[in-house]
């Protein structure tokens, strides 16, 4: 029998920050695809710089009566249709309540921020002051609604495959009473680490992959790209600091420049690879907020970016979530390392440009 290789032989990967493994078999890459096919995600170029039927358009009315102002950079609303609101009533959270029926209260607010005045803009084809912008918007952001609330988070939907409603470049703030799933998870495992070897598990990851450089898609000074080793989606990347941050908040003005710089590169490399405007579901995580943990320690966070994109293999071919994943394990065709390369390769400048 031949000798493992990590690009050819099917193996499983082990995701220290949620403690789940995830299958990855290389040999299925020639599998022929005659299943469904998405619409060519839109181009930014055919998009009008102003709508004036967008409600995230400088100057139009929202479904609430108000109007969206002549902004000129960021702008930030409370959702009009929110997930979550800062007050009604909660239900009854009797310790001896039957613990197959539990329930606790769950308050909260949802901001949405327009990152930009022009619909045709889109990180990677934004000026670097555009992206510093949105950069010192959202740590504003966290640190107004990080005082009230225990988890602040920050997510782009981008593309109608990722359900963005719209075309306009924004993104949405939810702050919530509760830990969501996966930070909650997320902090287990971090803080198991950090009791266990005295360090930052994502500050050993970052060094190991600095010197492996074999999931590395790009660099700068202060940050670095990966595919995580333990990568599920195709394309899914990582953004990490070089030294340690606990939270956005904390992020000096170089760290914010040099992110602007890093997000712009990613983004348009994403862009690059099939030559649309990559879709993907983006956010930022880091050490938790508000009453509960702005006291404690938490040395075992380090504040990092995550881009999970559907593509697979085409604009139009996404990658399915179904079965098997559903029911007993993600699982993965090409490898995390092949990911990485495919998009090293790609220029830092967007093919619009
Ligand atoms: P998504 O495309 O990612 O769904 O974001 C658009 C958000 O904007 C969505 O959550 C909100 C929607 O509720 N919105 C308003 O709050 N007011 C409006 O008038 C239109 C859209």
């Given at each position: 029998m031949s000798l493992f290789n990590i690009n050819e032989h099917q193996h499983i990967r082990y995701n220290p920050l949620k403690g789940e493994w995830i299958l990855v078999s290389p040999h299925r890459m020639l599998r022929p695809w005659s299943g469904q096919v998405e619409p060519?995600?839109?181009?930014?170029?055919?998009?009008?710089?102003?709508?004036?039927?967008?409600?995230?358009?400088?100057g139009v009315t929202r479904a609430s009566g108000i109007v969206t102002p002549n902004y000129q950079s960021t702008f930030v609303f409370t959702n009009d249709f929110p997930a979550l609101l800062e007050d009604g009533p909660s239900p009854d959270?009797?310790?001896?309540?039957d613990p197959l029926f539990k329930m606790a209260a769950a308050k909260g607010t949802c901001r949405v921020m327009c990152?930009?005045?022009?619909?045709?803009?889109q990180i990677p084809t934004m000026d670097l002051n555009d992206i510093q912008n949105i950069i010192k918007e959202w740590i504003s952001q966290l640190k107004e609604l990080g005082a009230k609330y225990n988890w602040v988070q920050i997510f782009e939907n981008k593309g109608a495959i990722m359900g963005c409603s719209n075309p306009h470049p924004h993104c949405q703030i939810w702050a919530s009473s509760f830990m969501p799933n996966e930070p909650r998870i997320k902090d287990q495992y971090l803080k198991q680490y950090y009791c266990e070897h005295g360090r930052q598990l994502l500050m050993d990851y970052v060094e190991k992959e600095i010197q492996k450089q074999e999931r590395v898609v790009c660099e700068n000074t202060e940050w670095i790209v990966v595919v995580p080793f333990w990568a599920i989606w195709p394309f899914e990347t990582m953004v990490l600091p070089k030294k340690q941050v606990q939270r956005f908040t904390d992020l000096t003005d170089v760290q914010q420049c040099e992110l602007a710089k890093i997000m712009k590169e990613i983004c348009s490399k994403y862009d690059n690879l099939f030559k649309c405007s990559f879709p993907y579901s983006m956010g930022w995580h880091g050490a938790p907020t508000g009453p509960t943990y702005?006291?404690?320690?938490?040395?075992?966070w380090t504040f990092h970016g995550m881009y999970y994109p559907?593509?697979?293999?085409?604009?139009t071919i996404k990658k399915f979530m179904v079965g098997y994943e559903m029911l007993a394990n993600s699982q993965r065709d090409l490898t995390p390392e092949k990911a990485a390369i495919m998009l090293r390769q790609q220029s830092s400048i967007h093919y619009t440009l």
């Open positions: 060519d995600p839109t181009n930014q170029q055919q998009i009008p710089d102003h709508d004036p039927t967008n409600p995230l358009c400088p959270t009797d310790p001896s309540a990152f930009h005045p022009k619909t045709n803009k702005s006291t404690q320690n938490m040395q075992h559907p593509l697979l293999r085409s604009a």
